[in-house]
């Protein structure tokens, strides 16, 4: 069993930063696969990003590479968004989520989800 909570939210102008944390209970943390997802007003949850849990292997959605960073702590227990250059159409509810798989980047491929984090990019 894995908990999950999100924190890091906000509003921001376009163009900033925000950096969102996700921090997991559970002493296997290091053994799930993260990823992080979101869901805007009227949209269905769409996948951001994912790190394996060996050798930090990662993979972006195409809107967000160059501009988004996962990374992960499994001391810490912990895993990150780093988002720059925001966008309007980056503003949506973040979750985040653990996989037992190796790899994923299907919402259906998550076992345990976080309860979201609001991210709001004014223009």
């Known amino acids: 069993q894995v908990q999950l909570v999100e924190s890091g939210g906000g509003l921001v102008q376009a163009g900033g930063s925000l950096r969102l944390s996700c921090a997991a209970s559970?002493?296997?943390?290091?053994?799930?696969?993260m990823g992080w997802f979101r869901q805007a007003p009227g949209k269905e949850r769409e996948f951001v990003a994912t790190?394996?849990?060996?050798?930090?292997?990662?993979g972006y959605a195409e809107s967000v590479k160059g501009r988004f960073t996962i990374s992960r702590d499994n001391a810490a227990n912990t895993v990150y968004l780093q988002m720059n250059s925001l966008k309007p159409e980056d503003t949506a509810v973040y979750y985040c989520?653990?996989?037992?798989?190796?790899?994923?980047?299907?919402?259906?491929?998550?076992?345990?989800w976080g309860q979201g984090t609001q991210v709001t990019v004014s223009s």
């Open positions: 559970g002493r296997t943390f290091s053994r799930y696969t």
């Open positions: 790190i394996a849990w060996s050798a930090g292997i990662t």
């Open positions: 989520a653990a996989s037992s798989k190796l790899w994923a980047k299907e919402e259906t491929e998550y076992n345990y």
